[in-house]
């Protein structure tokens, strides 16, 4: 799917594309909006250091910075008129082809999203966003983490939706790539039947990082031989062999704890074996794991019954467009909720003593799920538009 060259409000831009298939591409924006712009350039499948210098020389900026499918990499960076900051960071971007025959198998709906399409896209949003100029170049000597999951891991695409896998971003410096291959809806047995894997593992170099997070919609799944301690355990062992075999480093999450109070005001149970058949195999085959399904219990208990629903998609009618109705989700996160997972995840690494932790922005401070941040002191500048469907899976 082609994507036009620019998107969003972005015009005048006075682009040099040096050559193609993987070589740098320079471009001066010199723009200041009040409004989110973006901008997109052809390049192959593969990671890209993207240095972006924030600022306009006429007028303050308030600039915030993402990329794909809401990706999120830089808070609001402040600048006085004339004055200038340059960031750098890395960006992965895949296509669907795995071969010149074989595609990883998208549902309909991934068809649109950025994280597929055959271009780069960048975003800026803030109070008043302001791009002097972008640079892109291909790298290969940086570690890559591959991340598999469903609903609560995909790069969401639209507001109010957000998930863990496209806030770590924000925390990596520029030595560490997220790539990631999840989507809402997938079990172990879809992710590995739509040949997510298999474009992961036709990308991944040894020494980079596969992360699997699965259970939600796992356990929906009643066929004959489906179940915790057969089918799904059995998938969990084929992604970690074959992500061994190619040499690279497989990490295990357990799922995330959805909310749900019971009629006493405690936090209930969901997800059955699941959890405990994730930590087994990991325990059997060497597989380090973060205990993300305890972290979010703790998070959800810390916040109560009523605070906790301001870490998910509830809302009340008329908050976005088209929405007549109000949102009440007890699975999916919204930016706050996917915030303080990601920390969740980071901190996982850390008590794993995971090498990925030792590429933590300076600004990385620890944190503690049973003392959560302050969700009204939290602020997240929208990037595009909204979408009330709820994402497949719960």
């Known amino acids: ?32 909006s009040t409004e989110p712009f973006s901008y997109s350039v052809a390049v192959p499948d593969g990671n890209y250091r993207v240095t ?4 306009h020389k006429k007028r303050a900026g308030q600039t915030v910075v993402r990329a794909e499918s809401r990706r999120h990499f830089f808070d609001v960076i402040s600048t006085k008129k004339g004055k200038f900051e340059t960031v750098s960071f890395l960006v992965h971007k895949h296509s669907p ?22 271009s780069l896209t960048l975003s800026f949003c803030g109070p008043a966003p302001a791009v002097k100029s972008i640079k892109v170049e291909p790298v290969s000597d ?30 990596f410096d520029d030595q560490v790539v997220v790539a990631n291959f999840a989507e809402s809806g997938l079990s172990c047995t879809s992710f590995l039947a739509q040949l997510r894997l298999d474009k992961i593992l036709s990308m991944m170099k040894k020494g980079d990082y596969v992360i699997v997070e699965f259970g939600h919609n796992d356990e929906k799944e009643k066929k004959a031989g489906d179940g915790a301690w057969y089918s799904y355990s059995r998938n969990l062992k084929i992604f970690a062999d074959r992500v061994r075999e190619k040499g690279g480093n497989i990490i295990f999450v357990t799922p ?5 109070f019971t009629k006493d005001h405690q936090l209930g149970y969901t997800h059955g074996d699941y959890p405990e058949a994730m930590r087994t195999v990991a325990k059997r085959e060497g597989v380090p794991f973060i205990e993300l399904n305890g972290m979010t219990r703790r998070f959800y208990e810390a916040l109560g019954e009523e605070g906790s629903k301001q870490a998910l ?15 009440a989700d007890n699975t999916h996160f919204n930016p706050y909720g996917a915030w303080e997972v990601a920390k969740m995840i980071v901190m996982g690494l850390k008590q794993l003593n995971s090498p ?39």
Not at 52 to 55: H, K, L, N, Q, R
Not at 313 to 327: C, I, S
Request: hydrophobic letters at 40%.
């Open 97 to 118: 082809m795995i071969d010149d025959k074989v595609r990883v198998k998208l549902k309909p709906r991934e068809l649109t999203y950025k994280n597929w399409d055959d």
């Open 356 to 394: 990925l932790a030792d590429h933590l922005r300076s600004d990385w401070q620890d944190f503690n799920p049973a003392q959560p941040d302050d969700a009204s002191q939290f602020v997240w500048h929208l990037s595009g538009g909204s979408n009330i469907t709820k994402p497949d899976g719960n």
């Open 52 to 55: 972006v210098t924030v600022g």
């Open 142 to 171: 940086v570690t890559t983490v591959f991340l598999c999951g469903n609903s609560t891991v995909v790069d969401q695409e639209d507001e109010p939706w957000a998930s863990w896998g496209q806030m770590i971003t924000r925390w």
């Open 1 to 32: 799917m082609k994507k036009q060259l620019l998107t969003g409000i972005v015009w005048g831009l006075n682009a040099l594309f040096v050559g193609a298939f993987g070589q740098s591409t320079e471009v001066t924006l010199d723009k200041v």
């Open 313 to 327: 998609v509830h809302y009340p009618a008329n908050t976005f467009a088209n929405q007549p109705k109000p949102l």
């Open 256 to 260: 995330t704890a959805r909310r749900l």
